[in-house]
């Protein structure tokens, strides 16, 4: 292959089986412009080649195929409601119905606290207030996970999502440029997390990432979004330069568990001086109000000074 790009190794089976579609993607290499610097810094995107090969969370995903060496993105994690979004109760409600259904009550769900916490842990949570037995509940958990996409998807309204202030603007800006890629870090299901996008039309900006049923702790997400980014993408990402993006306490919490940059939002349930209390590596109130703080915080640890500490710990 030509020196001047990287190659995906886990799809050498497919051409040693298909040589023509080599020669094609061979073909369409050699006509590839190369990509500029930007102004800030980061590699501009170009609709260049790109091979796209379908699957599953843990399969190829849909992948740009050929990178140029020496490319050093930035991972940004996201994280859904309260941050990029709110569904306005409907979520709530969708939980509320199916678990009813399955188990006769959702438990004491009027003052449940949902901020950071992963669907399935919800519900052993929300049964357990209930006293509905364990055993129970593990066994009948993935029907009511099911059943909650279903009815999530049948009762969300397009109209009744709200998206969080800047979101749109950054996920544009962040597409403007190829050493920037952006994944999801979600306590949401996969199914429930694409509902929820899909009524703001941002499921675009997210390929990949982890969700709530990938772990039974937050802070395993971060590295599974990071594993998966990699996997998708052909690309190395250094842990220097992952950032979870979120706005709860359990946001910053994972993301120091695991050596990778916290980036709190107010635009949740907590507070700005709740989050203070916490020491995130950077501190916004919007994505709009402050989005050339959030900007420059990127371009620091895009040039290897992450804007905070003398190099983040890797995991």
């Not at 299901?189 to 899909?198: D, E, H, M, Q």
């Not at 306490?249 to 907590?270: Q, T």
Request: glycine fraction near 10%; hydrophobic fraction near 40%.
């Amino acid at each position: 292959m030509d020196k001047a790009v990287t190659w995906h190794p886990e799809l050498d089976p497919l051409f040693e089986r298909e040589p023509a579609l080599l020669d094609a993607v061979k073909t369409a290499l050699y006509m590839h412009p190369a990509r500029p610097a930007g102004g800030d810094g980061f590699v501009v995107a170009s609709s260049g080649l790109e091979v796209r090969f379908e699957g599953g969370e843990e399969e190829i995903f849909l992948t740009d195929v050929f990178r140029l060496n020496g490319l050093d993105p930035l991972l940004l994690a996201f994280d859904v409601d309260g941050t990029l979004l709110s569904s306005q109760g409907y979520a709530a409600r969708a939980f509320e119905e199916a678990l009813v259904k399955h188990f006769g009550t959702a438990g004491d769900i009027g003052a449940f606290s949902w901020s950071g916490k992963l669907d399935p842990n919800i519900v052993r949570e929300l049964l357990a207030s209930g006293r509905v037995p364990p055993d129970e509940v593990e066994r009948k958990l993935p029907a009511v996970l099911e059943d909650y996409e279903g009815i999530l998807e049948a009762t969300l309204p397009p109209g009744k999502v709200v998206l969080k202030e800047g979101v749109l603007e950054t996920l544009e800006r962040c597409k403007e440029f190829e050493d920037i890629l952006c994944v999801l870090c979600t306590g949401n299901i996969p199914g429930g997390a694409r509902v929820k996008l899909s009524r703001v039309d941002l499921n675009r900006y997210f390929p990949t990432g982890a969700f709530g049923s990938d772990g039974t702790a937050r802070a395993q997400l971060p590295p599974i979004a990071r594993r998966r980014a990699q996997r998708w993408w052909g690309l190395a990402i250094d842990p220097r330069k992952v950032f979870v993006i979120g706005d709860s306490p359990e946001d910053i919490k994972c993301a120091r568990a695991n050596g990778y940059w916290s980036v709190a939002v107010a635009s949740g349930l907590h507070p700005r001086e709740e989050l203070e209390t916490h020491r995130p590596d950077l501190l916004l109130d919007t994505l709009l109000k402050d989005e050339e703080k959030f900007w420059e915080f990127l371009k620091k640890a895009h040039a290897g000074n992450g804007g905070g500490e003398a190099g983040k710990p890797g995991s």
